[in-house]
Nanobody, 114 residues
Framework: QVQLVESGGGLVQPGGSLRLSCSAS????????MGWYRQAPGKQRELVAT???????NYSDSVKGRFTISRDNAKNTVTLQMNSLKPEDTAVYYC????????WGQGTQVTVSS
């Protein structure tokens, strides 16, 4: 059974940083495309960043230059380093795996507010 467990969310002031982690119990993790999505209240879920099995990354324009996605295939984890956070980054952040079916974590709340 596939499980994705996120951690690292919380409350941070504008301009601050947070680091989200996703621990994945998934066979052949190294072959999975991993990603982070987010959903703000009243809005649709949107892509934040993805990382391929080969390490290629893709970011939404709204986070490019501020967020960094990485993976550790030895530990079956994917991380999202978020810097220069803005109030509009406030959302529930979800870990996603495509291997080849799509799986989701339960989400972790990120709130950016002074």
């Amino acid at each position: 059974q596939v499980q994705l467990v996120e951690s690292g969310g919380g409350l941070v002031q504008p301009g601050g940083s947070l680091r989200l982690s996703c621990s994945a119990s998934i066979s052949r993790f190294s072959r999975a495309v991993m990603g982070w999505y987010r959903q703000a209240p009243g809005k649709q879920r949107e892509l934040v960043a993805t990382i391929s099995s080969g390490g290629s990354t893709n970011y939404s324009d709204s986070v490019k230059g501020r967020f960094t996605i990485s993976r550790d295939n030895a530990k079956n984890t994917v991380t999202l380093q978020m810097n220069s956070l803005k109030p509009e980054d406030t959302a529930v952040y979800y870990c996603n795996a495509v291997s080849p079916s799509r799986f989701w974590g339960q989400g972790t709340q990120v709130t950016v507010s002074s």
